[in-house]
């Protein structure tokens, strides 16, 4: 099992053919990644080949889910053009939309993040889930792989792993590869995200193959304060949490568009007290994070 993505999934590239595109295109096959086809409207119907892989580009992200079944895609457009391939996406009604892209405007992000929640089904369910944007994406090894995680630093396993920073996830993967993980999600730490913390809890709670959760949270805004909440209430399977950014100083934006202090609020203390009222362990580092969670899972 896993969360949002498993080697049944048939993922489209939008902007396949550009510089990052074309890497990533490569190392998600390389990963096992159903890779099905891309887009790019001024390439509509070359295609592309990648060691015995050629794939198809289309002209629309509409014509590539008619021709390939494709029920994810991932995109690698610049900033000025990311709102305009996200509509594109989920007016086309697919499953799952990636967002790699860094510096996209906060008011696009909230717009297509707008449109997809307007998009529903007859059970009243979200057509299309967003994931980032300024993210690393989604990895559930040994299957998948949609986004720009190094897909060889850890195996299957029982942790779910959600996360606002893209190298702490790396990183967190790599302490922890030894218990391998179920599926591990970047979110990305702009203001306005698709996927949350909480989106992730939810799903890990009701994956059977998910047995511990590692939550990594950072500086600014009250994502993390609200997860804790949702923990309390909702979550039955043991959480460790890291919160980067103990030493930022207050008001000034620290990497992440999102990630800025003001007053108490959003800072790394007040988040980690949060965290911990709700039974959660926080760890001061990643490294003691990383040995909580084993502390937790040699347990079960």
Not at 1 to 19: A, E, R, Y
Not at 31 to 44: D, L, M
Not at 85 to 100: N, P, R, T
Not at 198 to 209: N, Q, R, T
Request: hydrophobic share 40%; aromatic share 4%; charged share 20%.
């Amino acid at each position: 099992m896993s969360i949002f993505l498993n080697k049944d999934s048939k993922v489209i590239v939008q902007g396949i053919t550009g510089g990052e595109g074309t890497k990533h295109t490569a190392l998600m096959l390389k990963a096992g990644t159903q890779v099905v086809g891309g887009v790019n409207a001024r390439k509509a119907g070359t295609t592309v080949t990648h060691g015995e892989t050629t794939l198809p580009v289309f002209g629309t992200v509409k014509e590539a889910i008619a021709e390939t079944g494709a029920d994810v895609s991932i995109v690698f457009v610049p900033p000025a053009f990311t709102k305009d391939a996200v509509v594109e996406a989920i007016d086309a009604g697919i499953g799952l939309v990636v967002i790699i892209t860094e510096g996209v405007p906060v008011q696009d992000s909230a717009e297509f993040w707008a449109l997809a929640q307007s998009r529903t089904d007859e059970n009243g369910k979200q057509i299309t889930r967003i994931i980032g944007p300024n993210c690393p994406g989604i990895i559930t090894p040994g299957e998948s792989l949609v986004g720009i995680t190094p897909a060889n630093i850890t195996g299957k396993g029982g942790v779910g792993l959600v996360s606002k920073s893209g190298t702490l996830t790396y990183q967190m993967m790599f302490e922890l590869r030894d218990l391998g993980f179920s599926t591990a999600i970047g979110i990305g730490g702009d203001p306005v995200i698709g996927t949350t913390h909480i989106d992730a809890l939810e799903a890990f709670e009701a994956d059977p193959e998910t047995k511990a959760i590692v939550m990594i949270g950072e500086i600014g805004g009250d994502a993390e304060e609200r997860a804790a909440e949702f923990i309390k209430a909702n979550v039955t399977k043991p959480v460790v949490g890291y919160v980067a950014g103990f030493t930022a100083p207050e008001g000034k934006t620290m990497g992440h568009a999102g990630a800025i202090v003001s007053g108490s609020a959003g800072t790394a203390q007040a988040k980690k007290e949060a965290l911990e009222a709700a039974g959660v362990k926080v760890g001061k580092t990643p490294s003691e994070t990383a040995r909580l969670l084993r502390e937790v899972y040699a347990g079960l």
